[in-house]
């Protein structure tokens, strides 16, 4: 009898979720049930999905509490618990999460967190920033859905803490990660199983499934927003882009670096959106969805805010450029983009003053530093499988 994988995920389960988080192959070996918790914990936010029909089939959307806590005793009543391991994507940051989680311990539910952001960015909070104090009050003003959320989720690890709520197995990507949660696992007893982040994980899986190609081109890995939803709305809070401003800054970047270094852009388009070839959002550049670890191995050059897919462009030894606007500057996707940049050794870049810098020496990159990024965040030296073949390990 094959043993029991348990998928609990915060949000909406997508295609792009079932390919990156290797559930065909896990298959193979285990049987699956995905729960989707997003009409639970995050309703407002379904919107910024669209709808995957191809998907829904697979998925056992939870309405309610009630319903989630019966499905889970109908598997221990089929499989028994012992057979059984949660994947748990769900953080204990509200009551309702909190329950969630609880019940699993309640249960004795063998469960496995995860520790694998694949991107330096992780950590970044807006009371860790070296601005002066009405800089950040101004800051966490805007983002008060955000901050509200987080000091509202201190007080939920408090009950985390009493409860003692915590996974037997943390799933870790990189030795900085590993080395930011070491000690606080020892102290709770939770066990670190050393994988890879999920793109690195995808790279050791198809590297050689990969064709080829001759094409001159640069590739532009696109963002939610500001056209669509973007984390944002998460929390609720304003997004700092519009449409007006960022897509014509965009394209008129995109042109310059096609006439000064002859290649054309792609747009590698987001897995939460839905983009036509040609669209003339990016004046009716190439299109593609779903192929981004292809287009950015193939590609001289990679374009980005702050895309966890920047692991591709590290692996493929890719010259990146990260950039903000006059909008975002000083703001949170400017940070980000600068934490990101500054741990591969790069720098940011204002697209609005391009005339400012020189695109060859952009082009420039340290293989070291990149390779030092990788095994900081992303996977281990001692690590050559994929995500799938640890995780069935821990059951078979």
């Known amino acids: 009898m094959k043993k029991l994988i348990i998928i609990l995920y915060p949000f909406q389960f997508r295609k792009f979720d079932w390919e990156r988080f290797e559930i065909d192959e896990l298959k193979k070996l285990n049987e699956i049930v995905v729960f989707d918790f997003i009409n639970v914990l995050h309703p407002h936010f379904k919107k910024a999905y669209f709808v995957d029909k191809e998907i829904k089939s697979k998925i056992i959307p939870i309405d309610n509490i009630t319903k989630y806590k019966n499905k889970i005793n109908e598997l221990i009543q089929k499989h028994n618990n012992k057979n059984i391991l949660v994947l748990n994507f769900i953080k204990s940051d509200s009551f309702k999460s909190l329950i969630i989680n609880h019940f699993l311990k309640r249960k004795n ?3 496995l967190s995860f520790f694998n952001p694949g991107v330096s960015t992780y950590n970044i909070s807006i009371l860790r920033n070296k601005h002066n104090k009405l800089t950040n009050i101004k800051m966490l003003f805007r983002k008060r859905g955000e901050t509200i ?3 509202w989720g201190k007080f939920i690890n ?3 803490k009493i409860l003692e709520i915590y996974p037997d197995f943390m799933f870790v990507a990189g030795e900085k990660c590993k080395k930011d949660i070491l000690k606080d696992c020892r102290k709770k007893n939770i066990r670190i199983i050393k994988g890879n982040s999920w793109d690195f994980s995808q790279i050791l899986r198809k590297k050689k499934e990969i064709i080829n190609s001759n094409i ?9 927003g500001p056209k669509f939803l973007s984390d944002s709305h998460l929390y609720k809070d304003k997004l700092f882009e519009t449409v007006n401003h960022t ?3 965009l394209n008129k970047f995109f042109t310059y670096v096609e006439k000064k270094l002859k290649l054309k852009v ?7 959106t839905k983009i036509k070839d040609k669209s003339s959002l990016f004046n009716y550049r190439k299109v593609v969805s779903g192929k981004t670890m292809e287009l950015i191995k193939n590609s001289k050059l990679v374009i980005t805010r702050n895309s966890t897919a920047a692991t591709f462009a590290a692996y493929y030894k890719k010259p990146i450029i990260f950039f903000y606007t006059n909008e975002t500057f000083n703001e949170e996707p400017h940070r980000s983009s600068a934490h990101l940049s500054k741990s591969l050794n790069l720098k940011t870049i204002n697209i609005n003053k391009f005339n400012e810098f020189n695109l060859n020496n952009i082009m420039k990159f340290n293989k070291s530093s990149y390779n030092d990024y990788l095994f900081n965040f992303c996977t281990f030296k001692t690590v050559n499988k ?3 073949i640890i995780l069935s390990k821990l059951l078979n």
């Open 109 to 111: 539910l063998k469960t």
């Open 386 to 388: 994929p995500n799938f």
């Open 216 to 224: 001159n081109y640069a590739v532009y890995l696109d963002a939610p």
């Open 158 to 160: 408090i009950l985390v």
């Open 149 to 151: 959320q987080k000091i």
């Open 247 to 249: 897509y014509p800054s």
């Open 266 to 272: 792609i747009v590698a388009a987001h897995p939460r």
